[in-house]
């Protein structure tokens, strides 16, 4: 039975190797029919590489390329590597998938922006801001989702944060209060979900369904009677950016970085915390025991509901973190709706993230990057409508999810209620 | 996940697809009035904290808590006004006053006038038109429950379907309405179950999760038809509104102006049935219903889950076209961005609240389109903001997905539920 399984397997990691191939060999198809096709020879892209106040040490060149032959140069990799994996099939397609995509992100600049200029670092910058309420979602679900609760919740927690810290930040006129409140608004949910999914048992995607709509409703109704009616009760103010001294005067790496606000930097805290936290210490040994199988932890003495409890809540506060960025992090400002599915993004930057913390901030860094294409590529008045371009995140979702599941393996009792015997 | 994968297979299959013909074919056991009695308590509660939140939101009220202390009666007075004046409204909005009921008859009585009448079943009429769509999107929703699928993309579906037959719509010309008319509402139907199907696609070929990918396509569909209603499908003008469609596509009417009533709900009425027959009558369903009670069983009996996986999507996409179809061919005539406002959200609770059965969905619909059409009255006439319906649709689910907690709250002992469906097996599996 075991040489059937493995056999299976190869057959389907061959069958894999071939769908990727031929996916890559598509990218090479796209970027020589939608770009090549449409580029004039004799142009050149130019990439700026130095924000838009000279902070940095030293003052960088513009990287300058001729976009044909870039173009070109970039569809040849693809069509290469498509056709190593079909004749040969390397064993980790991870890399290859990698280099593809970028390959294809950097072609669509080329021709974005070709016989113009194109702020690099701005662009770089501005995809790191929309990626961290992604991140701070990623991180919740990874919270849960190690102890084995998931968490579609994590859109309806940031909407309530996010009006929560708006509300209160205009109250108190502090955002650290707003912030807090945010936060144990956000875990207050989180419990609520706990208390369903580990208590009763509830289905956890009905239970996460459930506080999701509550949060839409619950945000909305108040905001129509409250925040719409006296507007000093929705102007909170916002965290100002803060450069950190000589990192920001890296060049490239400072002004993407180092010159954000403060939640920004907790982002970055929470990644090596929340890593550290996860891989070496007694809580994460025990977090990943009953995320991975809940009856030995029991066994051993780890007090699974109460490790459930603990997680969820903490995730919650997380998620918190990522709500209020919406509000008081970037706009100022509390919109019906306004998280627009970047919990649900979260989740998906989990799982590409294989529910670790720098996977997980990674792919939120890719999904920001999709999300930022809109404003920027409509400065650079790209023949496509607007509309498509606010497509790319959910589309990037899309293909992600059905790319890497079934090869990222999820905690093994992920989901499933734990009954004490 | 594995040991667990293997010790399922040593379990004897024979009996484990025994077990689950038992389930699927057993009769329903316990008595009509505690089937009944849970969504009817369910209801009741949320109507309760929903009370509770109208009064803890209005300052007005809020200011005679201070001096609770010294004139209780004041602020409890206050509270059940603002209440009363709220639930009343919503009354008002979806069922009528019978006092203009009793005007209008004598009126009519009186000169053989019968407009007023007409106004005084103008909030019915409402209900009866605000239930169509839920109708559709409830048994999208609750037949994809029936295969263990939770299709949360109702929404976008039904954009997709309106788009999909306005089009028809207005773009044919010439055709009689007989043939016209079920094009425009098929073709939207299709459009529908096409757009869904593709996550059905994606969850049986690559595991990835049915509720992300129509959450995400959700957006894609509004942003979609944003850019149809801003070019392609734009009509002459400023605002982004399709094209009237053709008479000949008009779902028939019965009454003058103002009541908008017309067939498609009888439409909804013959498709609910057909969902029950198909569901519970045919081999089709019964393969649905058993990949939703237990894919490894149903695997096991030689059905081939993925493939039901993709028509329950396909079909539960179809059935909210038709939602979208319908307020395109009945109510609307034409489409307008942002038409749909939460039908296909609000179908979740509806069908969690029907028990994913036809019929119980097509009574939750009929309770929901009254709510719903007596909150715009209420935010108009109370002031209170229509998303209320939201928070009390939250607590309905939750009380139905936990009985535990009305079983609690009402020390009652109900019969535990078995075979209940599951939607959470990881991420793909």
Redesign the interface.
Known sequence: MAVAARNAELVIARRRHIGTGIFFLLVALLILVFFVRTTPAGLDTAFGLNPGRATTAVKLPDLVLPSLPSLWFLAAVCAFLGGWQIAKGSRSTGWALGVVAFAFVAAFLIWAARGKSMNLVGMLSSSLLRAIPIALGAFCGILCERAAV?N?AIEGMMLTAAFVAAWIGSITHNLWIALMAAMLSSAFLAAILAV?SIK?K??????G???N??A???T???S???LQVYQNLNNPGIFKPISLPLLSRIPIIGPVFFEHNIIVYITFLLLILIHVMLFYTRWGLRTRAVGE?PKAADTLGVNVFRTRYINVILGGLVAGIGGAFFTIGSVGRFDEVMT??KG?IG??AM?FGKWTPFGAFGSSIIFGFADSLQTKLQILQVPI?S??L??AP??V??VV???V??R?V?P?????PYEKQ | ????KERASQNNPDTRAQALARLLLRPARGSVWQAILLPVLAVFTALVIGAL?IVF?DLQVLNLYKDFFSAPGKALAASWKSIASAYSALFKGSIGNPAEFAKAISVLRATGDAAPLRQAFWPISESLVTSVPYIFAGLAVALGFQCGL?N?GAEGQIFIGALASVYVGYSIKGLPQYIHLPLAFLTGAAAAGLWAAVAGV?KA?????E???T???N??AF??S??LL??PMKRPGYSPISPAIQDSAWLPKFFPDPLRFHAGFFVALGIAAVVYWLLFKTTIGFEIRSVGANPDAARYAGISVTRNFVLAMFLSGALAGMAGANEVLGVNHQLASAFSSGYG?DS??LA?LGKSHPVGVVLAALLFGTLRSGATRMQSLA?V?I?????????V??FI??P??IRWLYRLRLEREVG?????????Q
Do not use: C
Request: net charge negative; no cysteine; hydrophobic share 60%.
């Open positions: 998931i579609i369903l009763f509830v289905d956890q995607i009905v239970s369904t459930v506080i709509i509550f839409t409703g619950l909305s109704y108040l129509a009677k409250f199988h627009a599915g649900f989740l998906a799982i409508p509309e498509f606010l497509m959910y589309l979702t899309m999810l059905a790319g599941i079934g990222a999820p093994a009792a992920d989901g499933q | 996940m594995s040991e667990q939140v939101t939770f949360i994606l070929k690559t595991g990835a999760h509720v992300i990918n959450i995400m396509m957006y894609i942003l979609l944003d850019w801003n070019g959200f979740i609770a969690l002031g903001p998303d209320i319906i939201s928070i009390l649709q939250a607590l689910i939750i997905a936990a535990a907690i209940e469906t599951v939607f959470t097996r990881g991420w793909g």
